[in-house]
């Protein structure tokens, strides 16, 4: 039996039973809120008014029309201060879900994820496990984290790392603080203690990365570094140095130190916090 056209006034975003046809419409995951009105013609000349069904009088304002501009005129006016942080979450999902009230998915996604920063940190695919969030949209909250981690880390680039010591914490925390493996990543500095490159070496499962105390070494060399700072992230969320973590670290420094490599410090990163090594006297 033939199948119907496809109808372009369907939803996009919601599945379609018919006895496993799909009347000619993609997948229902490839679609998101975005993309469903971007093939809607416009209903009005104003930026966030959505259409309105035939049932809907001419003069009636969508509830959440007026709760936009409220919101938006509240953060022009007081800054971010003013807003809780679901607010300022709605307030970018304004830009990225044109036309469908936001708040409900601001607040479903601090429900899941506990603060901004780990929505922000969450990976895509658990984002999209969010009613409301595609895949572009989770990309775009992915880009948004790029983009602050990128500006964390111009704060600390090419200046004395060791008394720029709490802008290289935020900077490791925002990285690396939401990943869902381990990661070990090795700071270069030069002679002047100045950060010259920034790379992961490894990535592990949720309670180990290995590490080769000769790579990290021989990394170094390459870059001309003098000194390194070891960083890795406890998926946990604690960043209580384990006997392996303290075995390793003394390994490399033993194997650095000959060659004139020095390793400032070790530093663990948790949800809630860090661990220095040096500050534990384990250095």
Not at 76 to 92: F, H, K, M, N, T
Not at 143 to 151: D, G, I
Request: glycine residues 8%; hydrophobic residues 40%; contains cysteine.
């Amino acid at each position: 039996m033939a199948k119907r056209p496809a109808s372009s006034s369907g939803h996009g975003d919601m599945p379609i039973d018919s006895g496993g046809a799909t009347d000619g419409l993609e997948d229902a995951s490839l679609f998101d809120e975005r993309l469903f009105f971007a093939h809607q013609p416009a209903k009005t000349a104003l930026r966030d008014r959505p259409a309105k069904s035939p049932s809907t009088p001419a003069n009636a304002e969508v509830h959440y029309h007026g709760h936009r501009e409220r919101l938006r005129n509240r953060y022009r006016d007081s800054g971010d201060a003013a807003l809780a942080d679901y607010e300022i979450l709605e307030l970018l999902l304004f830009r990225l879900i044109p036309r469908r009230d936001t708040k409900p998915i601001a607040k479903a996604l601090l429900a899941r994820f506990g603060t901004l920063g780990g929505v922000f940190g969450a990976p895509a695919n658990l984002l999209q496990e969010i009613s409301g969030v595609g895949e572009a949209v989770a990309l775009d909250l992915k880009l948004v984290a790029s983009v602050a981690q990128r500006m964390l880390k111009s704060e600390i680039t090419g200046k004395p790392v060791l008394s720029s010591w709490k802008a290289l914490i935020d900077y490791c925390h925002s990285a690396m603080a939401h990943e869902t493996r381990e990661q070990f990543r090795l700071l270069f500095l030069d002679k002047r203690n100045a950060l010259i490159a920034d790379e992961v070496q490894g990535l592990g499962t949720v309670d180990h990365t290995p590490v080769y105390p000769r790579e990290v070494v021989r990394r170094a060399l390459e870059l001309s570094a003098t000194a390194v700072i070891l960083v890795h992230n406890h998926p946990s969320g604690d960043p209580t140095p384990s006997r392996a973590d303290i075995e390793m670290t003394k390994t490399i420094i033993d194997t650095a130190r000959p060659l004139g490599i020095t390793v400032h410090d070790h530093i663990i990163i948790g949800k809630n916090g860090h661990v220095s090594f040096r500050a534990l006297r384990l250095v």
